[in-house]
């Protein structure tokens, strides 16, 4: 048995497995990837799987297209004790990282609360950090809502006057559109196509791990937030709100009511996937959740990639 197969046996028999690191969501994402897996005797003690793209002759790793978060996910044994559990984590990782193929770049962004630096450093990678924001689900309702900063409680409160909250899976196109608006605004590029997304939105629904929440003012769109979710977290995935529309109250309680849902779906934790953008980080941060940091890895030893990145 490949390496490939082991790790859908994993994801099959095991309900710890990160969402986005699932064999299904990496099937929807991924041209063509691979698995290193770490064994402690005859226990998997870890997994990292891969997506190794090749562009203009050059190999790469990368976290994938419509993935926030990638790299090593480690099972810590039930009766480890606290003062071994970074040893554990850290030879594990090594040892799948003996595993990895050859890449001359490398930028992939790493789970939430993996702090492995000097390691990845020890291996010639550059380890800088991003941000999400995570809230507590052990929380009460009311406590929760007690978080929220002030002003957004007053939205929340008068968008349940003004919007209908339905989970409507045939708006992905709306989703689509909306993004597309906003980001040839910005002069940005799409990261993805309609295709990309449709595909991950299938795969999302047949796991029944996804929700795509809207808010509706009679039967126009307001605006629409794309949620989902493993054992343990539930995650902003992506959002949009209706361009030039009157919406300012329709993100807010679209994202309440996602954390509710999480909560009552028995999620620890909601994670807002934060951003680095000023407007968007103080936005994230009046929901009251503690920040945390991840590593992106990032390397870059070749001369073609390092041209493509100084006139891209």
Same mark, same amino acid.
């Given at each position: ?16 497995? #990160? ?28 997994i990292w799987p891969y997506d190794l793209q090749q562009r203009m002759g050059v ?16 099972? +810590? ?17 090594? !040892? ?15 789970? #939430? ?30 406590? $929760? +809502? @007690? ?23 045939? !708006?992905? =196109? ?19 196509? $309609? ?5 991950? =939105? ?22 629409? $937030? ?7 977290? @539930? ?10 529309? &009157? ?22 934790? +909601? ?5 680095? &953008? ?8 009046? +929901?009251?959740g503690n920040r945390e940091l991840y590593l992106v890895l990032k390397k870059n ?12």
């Amino acid at each position: 048995m490949n390496n490939k197969d082991q790790y859908r046996n994993i994801c099959r028999d095991r309900g710890d497995v #990160p969402l986005f690191l699932q064999d299904w969501w990496l099937d929807a994402v991924c041209e063509n990837w691979d698995a290193a897996i770490a064994q402690n005797g005859d226990t998997v003690s870890g997994i990292w799987p891969y997506d190794l793209q090749q562009r203009m002759g050059v190999k790469l790793l990368r976290t994938p297209k419509l993935t926030p978060y990638a790299g090593p996910h480690v099972f +810590f044994p039930a009766d480890l004790k606290p003062v071994n559990r970074d040893g554990f984590e850290y030879e594990s990782i090594a !040892a799948m990282m003996k595993q990895l193929p050859e890449a001359k770049v490398w930028h992939l962004s790493m789970q #939430p609360g993996l702090k492995q630096a000097g390691l990845f450093k020890n291996a010639g990678l550059n380890a800088t950090v991003q941000q999400t924001f995570l809230i507590d689900l052990q929380q009460s309702e009311a406590q $929760l +809502f @007690s978080n929220l900063k002030e002003s957004l409680r007053r939205n929340i409160k008068a968008a349940k006057k003004e919007f209908t909250i339905v989970n409507d899976p045939a !708006a992905i =196109h709306t989703l689509f559109k909306y993004q597309q608006h906003t980001l040839e605004r910005k002069d940005v590029l799409q990261a993805y196509s $309609l295709t990309d997304i449709e595909r991950l =939105h299938r795969e999302c629904n047949t796991h029944n791990c996804s929700a795509l929440w809207v808010a509706k003012k009679e039967d126009d769109i307001a605006a629409i $937030l794309w949620n989902v979710w493993d054992a343990g977290r @539930s995650y902003y995935f992506m959002g949009a709100q209706k361009p030039n529309g &009157d919406t300012y109250r329709a993100m807010p309680a679209l994202l309440w009511h996602s954390i509710l849902e999480a909560k009552k779906r028995g999620n620890q934790y +909601f994670d807002m996937e934060g951003s680095m &953008d000023v407007g968007v980080e103080k936005f994230f941060r009046n +929901f009251g959740g503690n920040r945390e940091l991840y590593l992106v890895l990032k390397k870059n030893k070749s001369l073609v990639w390092k041209l493509k990145e100084l006139i891209r």
